[in-house]
Every structure is written in structure tokens, then in C-alpha cells.
């Protein structure tokens, strides 16, 4: 059963499975590992333009709703349409838990 704190609700679960879904899911993916290897070499904003810090917003933005969408996603994705053995889905569930943004990534290239 899935929880009241589901963020993706109102989406019907055979979108999940359609092309488009696979193609956000990708995008979102490549979203946290670049926002993750950026956080190691973050620009100092004394140094940066306008322009550059408004790119920085826009993609700070999209590195703060990437992961959400990614861990909800993949969570209902595993909870209502995955259809592989119960002893992988329970390998599958602490890793998702757990690793959360970066456990779904996994996931999602592991169903892909």
C-alpha cells in the first residue's frame, strides 16, 4: 500500500511504463549524477556573472525536484508495476529506501 505522501498520485500507472516516462526518468537520472559531481566543485558566486548564476539557479532548481520525482517514481514503479521474482523486489526495496535518489537511479538503470 502505498503511503498519503506520494507525490506522483494523480499520474495513472501505465504512463510509467510509456516511452515518455522512460525518457523523464532518464533525464531526472542524469539530473542528480551531475548535480552530485557538481556539488564537489561548486563555482563561487562572487566570481560568477549574472547570467551564469541564473543557469546555477535554474539548475539548482531541477537538482532539488529530480531526486524527488526519481525516488517516488521508481518507489511506486517497484511497489505497483514490477513484475520480477519477490526475492529480487526485496533485494530491491533497502536499496531504494535507503539509497534513496541514488538508490533509485540504480534502479531505474537496473529495470531499463
Known amino acids: ?15 510509467f511504463t510509456s516511452r515518455s516516462a522512460a525518457k ?4 531526472t537520472s542524469a539530473v542528480v549524477v551531475a548535480f552530485t559531481v557538481l556539488l564537489f566543485d561548486w563555482p563561487n558566486p562572487d566570481r560568477v556573472s549574472f547570467w551564469q548564476r541564473i543557469w546555477w539557479g535554474v539548475f539548482g532548481v531541477g537538482g ?11 518507489r511506486r ?4 508495476l514490477d513484475d520480477s521474482r519477490p526475492s529480487k523486489k526485496r533485494i530491491w526495496l533497502p536499496i ?9 537511479c540504480l534502479y531505474y538503470v537496473s529495470v531499463l
Open 1 to 15: 500500500m502505498m503511503s498519503r505522501f506520494d507525490l506522483l498520485k494523480d499520474i495513472p500507472d501505465d504512463w
Open 24 to 27: 523523464l526518468f532518464f533525464f
Open 64 to 74: 532539488a525536484f529530480s531526486p524527488l520525482f526519481l525516488f517516488f517514481g521508481m
Open 77 to 80: 514503479y517497484w511497489a505497483r
Open 96 to 104: 531504494i529506501i535507503v539509497g534513496a535518489w541514488w538508490g533509485a
